[in-house]
Structures are given as structure tokens and as C-alpha cells.
């Protein structure tokens, strides 16, 4: 059900004001959920995950909140991309390298998202981000991939990030750093197939694509968690955020052939092609998967010669 057809409540965050879903976990809970509440939710599969992974308190530019966030039951798919280094570097911080495959070539990727149970409430998101190279890291680049790709470990840094509702975009823009904004998005992902859509301004297609969804594999909780470590600016000050999936079922397609990607006209759209992606290498679905969501923290990051 979307928020216009709920009853709405407002509450604080930080010096703002927020309509959430009434009655909902964030309504209910401010972040503080009972696990033993969610575990009765049929669409959750278990909350072990979040059981080893007590919440803290901490001060954040939204107010006083508890990390990490929360996702109970989410799905999401991510296209990866070949783009040229040099398009890459135009859109990436000089403090930032892009981690490549070959000299000269990077990945970039789009990603969507459906989180059906959350702290925050229903909400859908999507976004285009750059592979980087991890902060600090001596390495070459060739050994960073490796290492990336063998462990589901990704650094990236994201140019847009649409969500559907307003409290996701508050949190995501003041408490995160990330160039978030409210827009109509839908995603859906089942073991068929794979879909979204996200809007412009005018209601027109901003980003769309479709796909069969890759054959799934099944992994018992906590057997399989990747990281995804994103870099943001918050104040001036870099930060690093955390985010562990624990992935209960996915499935990848390498070289896929078989995708409609639609590049429309709005903000995601003008920055996929300021990339100029050359062809998609991969195509990861996650049709069942859970989330924690850390909150930022300072980092330090090569200073630009």
C-alpha cells in the first residue's frame, strides 16, 4: 500500500517535520524495533541477522538516533557496466580513483531497490554509482578488483540515489550525505523477472529497465553477506557508510543479453550518460535479501595532489 492511500502521522527528525505511515514500525518504534515483533511478520523470514548486531545510539544531523538501520526483507538488482576511465574520472571527487578492470576502463552500475519491511517504513530506491578504488588503499587497482569481486566487497561513489518517500530522503540527504530525492518509483523483483521504473519531475521515464530474473540460489543466513562501502561529504568531512547484505537468495548473469534499459530524460538519465557506458558485464538480482544500514563515519582520503 502507498503512503496517499494510509493514514499519515508527522513526526521529528531532527529540526524537521516528516509524515510516516501511521501505526508503522517507525511510528511505533523511532528505530528502537521489536525484533520479536517483526519475526511474527509472514513476509519476514527470520530476524536472527539482526539479533548479533546490537543497535547504538548516536548523534547524527537529524538528532539522536540508533545505527545501524534496519531492513527485514528486501530485494534488489544491480546491472554492472563497462565505462571509459577517463568519463569516469569527470564525475568523481579528485580525493577518488576508479577501481579498473583494464587500463583505461571502469565499472559503474545501476542499482534498484524494494525494501517491503523496514525501520523506516515501505520505500523503493534506485541508483548510479561509480566502483572506486578504497580510501587509503595502496594496492593496485587489478588486486582491489579481485579481492572485490571474490569477497562481495564494492567501494563506490554514487551520483544519484531517487527514493519514494520523504523520510528516506531526509535521512538519506542530512544524516548520510547522498543525493537524494522524492520521485514515483517502482520496483518489483520475483524469481520471474526483474523491473523498475523511476520518474522525472513531469511524470515522464526518467530510468526504466526489465529483465529475467537470474536463477536463484538459496544461502542460509549469514552464510553469504556482502559489503558495500559508499563515500560522501558531509560538512566538508569525508565519510565512509556501511552497508552489510545478508543474502538469502540471488543469482547472477554474466554478459547479459537479454535487458531493456530505457534512458529517458532527468537526473539519473543525464548522469548515466555523462558515463557513456559501453555494455553491461553482469547482472546481480537479490530476490530475497536482508540489510543493516550503518551510519556514517569520518575517514580520511588520499588529499589531491
Not at 58 to 73: A, E, K, M, Q, W
Not at 260 to 279: F, H, N, Q, V, Y
Amino acid at each position: 500500500m502507498s503512503s496517499s492511500q494510509q493514514d499519515m502521522v508527522e513526526v521529528e527528525l531532527g529540526d524537521r517535520k516528516v509524515a510516516v505511515p501511521k501505526g508503522g514500525l517507525y511510528d511505533r518504534y523511532r528505530m528502537n524495533t521489536d525484533l520479536d515483533e517483526v519475526d511474527r511478520d509472514p513476509r519476514v523470514p527470520s530476524v536472527d541477522f539482526f539479533r548479533r548486531m546490537p543497535k547504538t545510539k548516536v548523534d547524527s544531523p537529524i538528532g539522536t538516533t540508533l545505527t545501524p538501520n534496519f531492513y527485514y526483507r528486501s530485494s534488489s538488482a544491480r546491472i554492472t557496466l563497462l565505462a571509459r576511465s577517463r568519463a569516469i574520472r569527470t564525475r568523481l571527487p579528485a580525493e577518488l580513483s576508479p577501481l579498473e578492470v583494464a587500463p583505461g576502463l571502469g565499472l559503474i552500475s545501476i542499482m534498484f531497490f524494494r525494501y517491503d519491511v523496514c525501520d523506516i517504513d515501505f520505500y523503493t530506491e534506485a541508483a548510479v554509482g561509480i566502483a572506486v578504488r578504497p580510501a587509503r588503499h595502496g594496492r593496485l587497482g587489478f588486486i582491489d578488483l579481485l579481492a572485490a569481486l571474490k569477497n562481495d566487497q564494492l567501494d563506490s561513489y554514487v551520483l544519484s540515489l531517487p527514493v519514494n518517500t520523504d523520510i528516506a530522503q531526509i535521512r538519506g540527504h542530512d544524516a548520510y550525505g547522498l543525493p537524494k530525492w522524492v520521485t514515483e518509483l517502482d520496483v518489483d523483483i520475483d524469481t520471474d523477472r526483474t523491473a523498475a521504473r523511476v520518474a522525472n519531475d513531469t511524470g515522464g521515464t526518467d530510468l526504466s529497465f526489465s529483465a529475467p530474473t537470474p536463477s536463484q540460489t538459496s544461502h542460509p543466513s549469514g552464510r553469504r553477506v556482502s559489503t558495500l562501502v559508499s563515500y560522501t561529504t558531509i560538512n566538508g568531512a569525508w565519510h565512509s557508510t556501511l552497508s552489510q547484505t545478508n543474502m538469502l537468495a540471488t543469482g547472477t548473469t554474466r554478459l547479459p543479453r537479454d535487458i531493456t534499459l530505457r534512458i529517458g530524460e532527468g537526473r539519473m538519465a543525464d548522469d548515466l550518460r555523462s558515463l557513456k557506458p559501453i555494455k553491461p558485464v553482469r547482472l546481480d538480482v537479490v530476490t530475497e535479501g536482508q540489510i543493516a544500514l550503518h551510519m556514517p563515519i569520518p575517514t580520511s582520503v588520499p588529499t589531491p595532489a
